[in-house]
């Protein structure tokens, strides 16, 4: 697949996406957010891709959304928004309820929808040279991208509510320890230790991880009851897969499984 704002890779099982405009920032235009719906749809469908990486190329992760752009709109500049947040919703729900783990490797600077894009993955690993800022009231703008999700089920409403409301700056290591990423690696190692995490996660039961994702969707939201039978029907589903079958001779023959993600 071949994108104008986005250079999309498939290793083997791991797909790397990343946010290829650097003169912009890894700004997310109209165009983007259409690349981003597109790629996230081919991840969703694509047996073949059994882990995701998602990251930014240059010094930013996401400056967050193109103000330049949406200036340009004039008085349509909520017609374009309304248009764009489809597209850039309708991606992060296909990667949420995807059954591969997707991994965010956030290489840089990670503002406005750059910070939402930075909580919504599975797994999360940062470079110490990552800074975080939600920035939307700075332009008298509200937060879109999933954050008002994600980022208060990761650290809770006080801490959401300083981010969003002061836009203060996390470090990588402030963000470390407040819970909204799960590693710091020094810059240069981002990348090997996201790919050797895609990897790990490429050759486990991709379906599981699947039932898994849309279970923990679900958890803040379902009664005690209702999540337990969701818990039920999911574990008696994932025994009934080829991996599952698989994984349970194994442990008792004393062997290490080999899944297939089927």
């Known amino acids: 697949m071949t994108f104008e704002t986005l250079d999309f890779e498939l290793h083997d099982n791991v797909a790397v996406i990343r946010m290829n405009r650097p003169e912009n920032a890894n700004a997310l235009n109209k165009k983007m957010g259409q690349e981003l719906m597109d790629v996230a749809i ?74 939402s894009m930075a909580c919504c993955g599975d797994l999360s690993i940062a470079s110490e040279d990552a800074k975080f800022t939600m920035a939307y009231t700075n332009a008298g703008l509200v937060t879109d991208g999933s954050s008002t999700y994600y980022v208060a089920r990761h650290i809770g409403m006080r801490r959401t509510q300083e981010l969003m409301l002061t836009n203060r700056t996390l470090t990588a290591q402030e963000a470390l320890d407040w819970g909204l990423v799960n590693k710091v690696v020094p810059a240069d190692q981002l990348m090997d230790e996201a790919m050797d995490l895609a990897q790990k996660m490429a050759a486990g039961p991709t379906k599981s991880y699947g039932m898994i994702k849309n279970l923990l969707l679900n958890t803040f939201s379902d009664t005690l009851e209702s999540q337990m039978e969701l818990e039920a029907r999911g574990i008696a589903a994932a025994a009934n897969t080829e991996d599952g079958k698989a994984g349970i001779q194994a442990f008792l023959n004393k062997q290490k499984p080999e899944f297939t993600g089927k």
Do not use: Q, W
């Open 42 to 115: 081919e991840c969703d469908e694509n047996p073949d891709i059994r882990a995701t990486i998602f990251t930014g190329t240059g010094r930013f992760y996401s400056a967050g959304g193109d103000l330049p752009s949406f200036a340009d709109a004039g008085d349509d500049m909520p017609k374009l928004l309304k248009e764009l947040t489809i597209y850039l919703h309708g991606a992060l729900s296909r990667f949420a309820r995807m059954d591969a783990p997707m991994i965010l490797a956030i290489n840089g600077v990670a503002a406005g929808a750059g910070f």
